[in-house]
């Protein structure tokens, strides 16, 4: 009989990196729990950890290239995918210019510590504007409201949630999401710590939430109109006196311009927009500015609008002039082990913001990448820097980004399609050629990104549990094979080509996080010394850290930038919320499922099974005016596309608001699962018009939707 061995890792599905405790006999695993001695996450585990068993077993998950023929998929050798893919990309640009090439980076890219290093060398080397991903469906406002105010995109500031005394939430569900920009694990607990120890809870949303059901106190809102909230949030702080820059005040400039701009937004101007009395407004404000410390934390719901970056910027501005940034208690910026920041220093005063624009829309670029509501059309439509061929990692566009039925449509059109990816999926089904990486518990890891945003500062290294076999390859095996076929010939370029593979492939991850250690702020660690450690390292708690950590070239902090003034005097003139009219008489809003991580971990039976949980919310009062009860069968229907699911009637949710999950709508093409087990779902994105953005960013609007419903069948 083997030897029972027991595994220490991270999990890598969502962002709160819970430690998990593996316990395996050769290439079987007998049971994944959480590691009650990790530093971060104490023993917390959620059932998305337990099913990274199911991703390495699945026998539907790819390990060597496929290639597209008449007869269907054909498995070939990896030498033949990385040549044809290198030269698709070549000839193509050749023909049509080096725009036509585009590529797309999905939600498990910044899960992947191997995606993270080395695909953007070979994102680079395309040179090509056409570069998009998840972001601009999800956290492109707080990126943006940070760079503008901060001067880097990924200085965040997180809630100090083990010591604040008041979290104000806006458009999050952390309980769902385990923290979302905010790596918390055992949010649950968190939550209840802070009201354990007199501090209050406050959840402000459209819909009654799993947070909201262990908060202090929930305010209904009216959906996308938090931007007027926060506005007459900070005209009560101002009125009331109750600004306090505290120790920030000789960083901080704009502060008499913003006084200035928010005078006419008092509680009682926004609330016939928000549903929120003025009373309420005054109150909440009240309650935040008189806690001893306190947060604001706005998040998925707050940047999926039509004013999702003002929103994102109000939320930091909330936190800056009460007196709770950069402080115990408040907003808090991480100290990470390897800071992937560090290397941003000598290039803080590059521009980043709207450097480019997209052919047809000209909506701005962010960090290189265009807004994804224009993917679609930028395939479909033709002319001089049409989209001829995409390549795809980890991403699933059909799913993920707003009108699917037409991003479904123009990934078929395309001349070329290469993915990144080892599951055959709505959007992977349209490529040539797909290239398999190895899965997580194939690979090792470090969370680069999520230690950024991290609730407490630790360290944590795993390493390979199963290694893989020889016809499998890394996230930096082909991205670098890959890159190395695009730089220009000639025996000088050839030869500089192969040491750099060399040094690359000697190097490895590992080294490379090495690196980082050594290089980071806390002295004389290395990696050994984690990986010797199992559970990872406290490196203890958020400190304040201002004016060092700003990368504004000035290191001051402008509170009203010329980007955001200029919205503002476009927002003055108009109205966010979308009034309800008798074409479209429901607002539609979205929320999150917990076994599930965005459009990914739906291969896993146990992830499914059960319940149905893709399901539209509908008070009552409304679902008596439709006739409706539990179980009917509906159509819902916006201006660009209609799905069909069933009904649940709840008082959690406002009148005249309905809910829809996200990520679902999976039919799994040539899979090996039963019909009966695949639960697809439907997919809201069918729903979302992608026209419709945050004019700022170009972020998708998935919040506040204008829909109807029709009754198609009754559960009796």
């Avoid at 009219?581 to 991580?597: A, E, F, Q, V």
Wanted: hydrophobic fraction near 35%.
């Amino acid at each position: 009989m083997s030897e029972i061995k027991t595994h220490y890792r991270a999990c890598n599905i969502c962002e709160a990196t819970c430690g998990l405790e593996i316990k395996y006999q050769k290439s079987k695993i007998l049971s994944i729990k959480g590691d009650k001695n990790d530093p971060l996450s104490k023993g917390h585990i959620c059932p998305k950890g337990v099913a990274l068993q199911d991703v390495y077993y699945d026998k539907d998950r790819l390990k060597q290239p496929v290639k597209k023929e008449k007869s269907g998929w054909k498995e070939i050798s990896w030498k033949q995918a990385y040549n044809e893919v290198a030269a698709k990309i070549k000839d193509t640009q050749k023909n049509y210019g080096n725009d036509s090439v585009a590529f797309y980076s999905g939600n498990p890219t910044v899960h992947n510590m191997g995606a993270m290093m080395f695909m953007p060398m070979f994102s680079r080397a395309l040179n090509t504007k056409n570069r998009y991903s998840a972001t601009s469906v999800d956290q492109l406002p707080d990126q943006l409201a940070a760079y503008l105010l901060f001067g880097h995109q990924l200085l965040v500031p997180v809630p100090d949630i083990d010591r604040t005394d008041c979290l104000l939430i806006i458009g999050a569900n952390p309980i769902v999401s385990n923290g979302s920009m905010m790596t918390a694990p055992k949010v649950h607990q968190r939550l209840k710590d802070i009201r354990k120890r007199g501090g209050k809870v406050i959840n402000i949303d459209p819909r009654f939430t799993e947070t909201s059901k262990i908060s202090d106190q929930h305010i209904y809102i009216n959906p996308a109109t938090d931007v007027y909230l926060l506005l007459a949030l900070l005209n009560c702080v101002f009125a009331n006196k109750y600004d306090n820059l505290r120790h920030v005040v000789e960083i901080v400039s704009g502060l008499d311009e913003l006084k200035n701009l928010v005078k006419n937004y008092t509680p009682k101007s926004v609330a016939g927009i928000t549903g929120i009395d003025d009373n309420v407004i005054e109150q909440l404000a009240t309650a935040f500015c008189q806690s001893k410390s306190a947060c604001c934390y706005t998040r998925f719901g707050a940047s999926t609008q039509k004013f999702g970056t003002l929103t994102q910027w109000l939320g930091n501005i909330i936190n800056i002039v009460t007196g709770n940034f950069d402080r115990v208690g408040g907003a808090m910026f991480a100290n990470p082990a390897v800071d992937i920041l560090a290397a941003a220093r000598k290039h803080k005063n590059k521009k980043i913001f709207a450097k480019n624009h997209s052919r047809l829309k000209k909506l701005p670029s962010f960090a290189g990448e265009l807004p994804v509501s224009t993917l679609a059309d930028e395939i479909l439509t033709g002319g001089e820097g049409q989209i001829k061929m995409l390549i795809t990692n980890s991403g699933n566009p059909v799913l993920s980004a707003p009108n699917g039925d037409k991003m479904d449509g123009a990934l078929e059109s395309l001349d070329f399609m290469v993915a990144v990816d080892f599951y055959i999926n709505e959007s992977t089904r349209h490529a040539n050629i797909i290239l398999p990486p190895t899965s997580s518990l194939e690979r090792p890891h470090y969370n680069l990104a999520f230690h950024t945003l991290a609730v407490q500062n630790t360290a944590k290294y795993s390493d390979v549990l199963f290694h893989p076999k020889n016809n499998q390859r890394s996230d930096m095996q082909i991205y670098v094979e890959l890159w190395a076929r695009l730089q220009p010939s000639g025996l000088i370029n050839r030869i500089k080509t192969w040491l750099t593979k060399q040094f690359i492939f000697k190097k490895g991850e590992a080294g490379i996080i090495n690196d980082g250690l050594k290089k980071g702020s806390y002295k004389n660690l290395d990696l050994q010394q984690v990986i010797a450690s199992k559970h990872g390292i406290d490196l203890g708690a958020l400190k304040p850290c201002m004016p060092e950590r700003l990368f504004t070239s000035d290191k001051q902090i402008n509170l009203l930038p010329d980007e955001v003034k200029i919205q503002m005097s476009r927002f003055s003139g108009g109205d966010a919320h979308e009034h309800i009219g008798k074409s479209y008489d429901l607002l539609l809003i979205g929320r999150r499922d917990p076994r599930t991580n965005n459009s990914w971990m739906h291969n896993s039976y146990r992830m499914v099974k059960g319940k149905e949980r893709c399901t539209v919310l509908i008070n009552p009062i409304n679902a008596k005016a439709y006739e409706l009860s539990d179980g009917d069968m509906v159509e819902v229907k916006s201006k660009v596309g209609s799905i069909i699911l069933p009904v649940k009637l709840t008082e959690d949710i406002k009148v005249n608001i309905i809910s829809i999950p996200h990520g679902w709508g999976h039919v799994f093409p040539d899979s090996k699962l039963t019909i009966a087990n695949q639960h697809p779902g439907a997919n809201i994105n069918v729903l979302m018009d992608e026209s419709e953005i945050d004019d700022f960013s170009g972020n998708a609007v998935l919040s506040g939707v204008p829909v109807r419903i029709i009754k198609i069948t009754s559960a009796r």
